[in-house]
Every structure is written in structure tokens, then in C-alpha cells.
């Protein structure tokens, strides 16, 4: 049972991936839904900004205190964790060898997507707000860059690197705080990219997928590819 951060840090590398948000919807492998989600006797509890309990606390801890885990929008364009022994080999799946550039131009990113990788190409880590700052963007667009910002993340091109606390003007710290994002590129050192390169797509799959059904042997096969390829 995970009753803390601890805890869940630990499963979290025993199980190498995870979903950050419970629910078994999504037909694959969650630590929220097959760790203590169906359990009551813990002590874990959501939105009481308790660092060890809470598992909205858990996102930032994971990057803050530069715990080897990515955190970003990586699972059905929702939020999710993946250990530094596992991300080569989902960086190997969705990338495969290919530059921004390339999917770009290919049609695979939005005009928007382009303004968000330029600015975090000429500045390594901008707040949400920043980047919105950075490109100018325009209240009526607001759909259209948090539609991009996601992809993004899910083609692992950019990932979320750490928070940014709020400020009133009085000095007062107020509210969540504001992710931070960089290239991932400038989140991991580069031997996770060197070990990423040694795979082709074909063979990274493969390999999370055996994984997957090791978590969940009852893992629907479609929403697997969906799940490794994003």
C-alpha cells in the first residue's frame, strides 16, 4: 500500500511509468488505480498541500528535488511519470530519430507548437506564463496553445521542468504554482538520449509493451499502442 511519498517513489521505479491522475479508464497501467486506489485504509489524500501525502504535491517534488523522473503530459494527453531507465525507450517510440523540425514541416505541429518550441529554444525554461508572453498570445488563441503546449509534450519535444510560485504585487506568494517548461533535451543528461538512439522504434515498443503486461496482463492491446506511441 502506498501510504506516502516514499512509498510512492518506490513503486513508481519498481513499475518504471504511471499515469498521475487515478482511474482505470484508460485500459493500461495506473499506480492510482492499481496501487492503493481501491483501498481505504491509507493515508494518502488529495489537495491538502501536505508534501507527503498529497499526490498533487508529488508532480513537483519529482522535479524539484531532481528525482530522475519526468512529469509531463505523456499518457491519452493527460499527466503522467516516467523513470530515466524507462524514457529512452518512449522517447525511441514517438520520436524515432526525427528533429522539430522534421514533423514541422511534415504537418504533424501546429503554427502555435512552432511559436512555443522557438521560444523554448531561446530561452531553456519559461513559465506557462512567460511562453504565453514570449509568443504574444491573444485571449481568443487560448484554445489553440493549450492544444499545442500538449502536443508537444506527448511527441516528447518539451516537458515540464519545474514550478514557478506565484507573486502579488505586495510580495505574497498565492495560489499553485506555474509549471515550468523546458526542451526535453534540457531535462535529462545525454546519455538518456545516447541510449535512446541506440534503439529503433520497432524495439522500444516491444519492450514497453512486455513491461505493460507484466503491470497489467489484462491491458487492452489497442489502447497499449496508444498509450506507448502517444
Same mark, same amino acid.
Given at each position: 500500500?502506498?501510504? +506516502?511519498? =516514499? $512509498?510512492?517513489?518506490?513503486?513508481? +521505479?519498481?513499475?518504471?511509468? =504511471? #499515469?498521475? !491522475? ?18 481505504? +485504509? ?6 491538502? &498541500? $501536505?508534501? &507527503? ?7 513537483? *517534488? ?11 503530459? %505523456? ?27 522534421? $514533423? ?10 512552432? *511559436? !512555443? ?7 531553456? +525554461? %519559461?513559465?506557462? *506564463? ?7 498570445? @491573444?485571449?481568443?488563441? @487560448? =484554445?489553440?496553445?493549450? /492544444? ?9 519535444? !518539451?516537458?515540464?521542468?519545474? #514550478? ?33 538512439? @541506440? ?6 515498443? /516491444? ?14 492491446? @489497442?489502447? !497499449? *499502442? ?5
Amino acid at each position: 500500500m502506498i501510504r +506516502n511519498y =516514499s $512509498d510512492f517513489m518506490a513503486e513508481l +521505479n519498481r513499475a518504471g511509468f =504511471s #499515469g498521475a !491522475i487515478g482511474g482505470k479508464e484508460d485500459g493500461v497501467f495506473n499506480l492510482f488505480s492499481y496501487g492503493w486506489g481501491a483501498q481505504e +485504509n491509507t493515508d494518502v489524500i488529495w489537495h491538502t &498541500e $501536505d508534501a &507527503e501525502t498529497d499526490p498533487w504535491e508529488w508532480r513537483l *517534488r519529482v522535479l524539484n528535488e531532481n528525482a530522475g523522473i519526468a512529469y509531463s503530459k %505523456l499518457f491519452f494527453k493527460k499527466a503522467g511519470y516516467i523513470t530515466k531507465e524507462w524514457y529512452p525507450y518512449f522517447y525511441a517510440a514517438r520520436r524515432g530519430g526525427r528533429e522539430f523540425e522534421d $514533423d514541422y514541416e511534415s504537418g504533424i505541429f501546429s503554427h502555435f507548437a512552432k *511559436r !512555443i518550441y522557438d521560444a523554448l529554444e531561446a530561452n531553456p +525554461n %519559461l513559465s506557462v *506564463r512567460e511562453i504565453k508572453r514570449d509568443i504574444g498570445l @491573444k485571449k481568443e488563441d @487560448k =484554445s489553440k496553445f493549450e /492544444a499545442a503546449l500538449t502536443d508537444l509534450q506527448m511527441k516528447m519535444y !518539451i516537458t515540464m521542468c519545474g #514550478g514557478n510560485q506565484r507573486v502579488s504585487k505586495g510580495g505574497e506568494e498565492y495560489g499553485w504554482q506555474c509549471m515550468v517548461y523546458c526542451k526535453c533535451e534540457n531535462f535529462y543528461s545525454a546519455e538518456v538520449f545516447d541510449n535512446a538512439a @541506440k534503439l529503433n522504434g520497432s524495439e522500444a515498443y /516491444a519492450k514497453i509493451e512486455e513491461r505493460v503486461l507484466t503491470l497489467n496482463p489484462n491491458a487492452d492491446k @489497442k489502447k !497499449i *499502442r496508444k498509450f506507448i506511441c502517444g
